[in-house]
T-cell receptor, first 109, second 114 residues
């Protein structure tokens, strides 16, 4: 069974701080996606990484795919209250997604 | 709005009743997925369609669950004889049938079985 573990599970920080969320697996994925989900809503796609070692930036968010395509990280610079939410990584297994356990981020003003 | 839509957004039902949810994918997407998400967990794959063909079903999809996509457009997910353990958020996603087709999710249907 493929598992994606995310750490930390919970993160509570002040506005302006930096943070990193990790997504780890023992399995190789053809691609990995990061989503953000707000309470009562569906996940919203942030980014897809495909190539080992790939780095993608989305404003203050930096995503990296591990060289072996087994792990990924999400770094947020100068977090803002609007970044609050559940961050999910998802590895692509054939045609379906295997989701991580999620990291719940709370950014206080 | 041309995103994925789901109906209803919330459903409260009594144990033993049948419920049906509907998903309308993004119009040009030929793949449609169903996932289930319980509180504090990431979504878990249930089943998916390419056009009208159901290509894969998870072991999570018991005999009480059935999904259809009769014309290759919208899909329905029916749960018969609901149990309290069925309480969850049911999410629908759609994508193009590409090897790296990105999946876009709807807002979900929150099911509560009392």
């Amino acid at each position: 069974t493929q598992l994606l573990e995310q750490s930390p599970q919970f993160l509570s920080i002040q506005e302006g701080e930096n943070l990193t969320v990790y997504c780890n697996s023992s399995s190789v994925f053809s691609s990995l996606q990061w989503y953000r989900q707000e309470p009562g809503e569906g996940p919203v796609l942030l980014v897809t990484v495909v190539t080992g070692g790939e780095v993608k930036k989305l404003k203050r968010l930096t995503f990296q795919f591990g060289d072996a395509r087994k792990d990924s990280s999400l770094h947020i610079t100068a977090a803002q209250p609007g970044d609050t939410g559940l961050y999910l990584c998802a590895g692509r297994n054939t045609d379906k997604l295997i989701f991580g356990t999620g990291t719940r981020l709370q950014v206080f003003p | 709005d041309t995103g994925v839509s789901q109906d209803p957004r919330h459903k409260i039902t009594k144990r033993g009743q049948n419920v049906t949810f509907r998903c309308d994918p993004i119009s040009e997407h030929n793949r449609l997925y169903w996932y289930r998400q319980t509180l504090g967990q990431g979504p878990e794959f249930l089943t998916y369609f390419q056009n009208e063909a159901q290509l894969e079903k998870s072991r999570l999809l018991s005999d009480r669950f059935s999904a259809e996509r009769p014309k290759g457009s919208f899909s329905t997910l029916e749960i018969q004889r609901t149990e309290q353990g069925d309480s969850a958020m049911y999410l629908c996603a759609s994508s193009l049938a590409l090897w790296d087709g990105e999946q876009y999710f709807g807002p979900g249907t929150r099911l509560t079985v009392t």
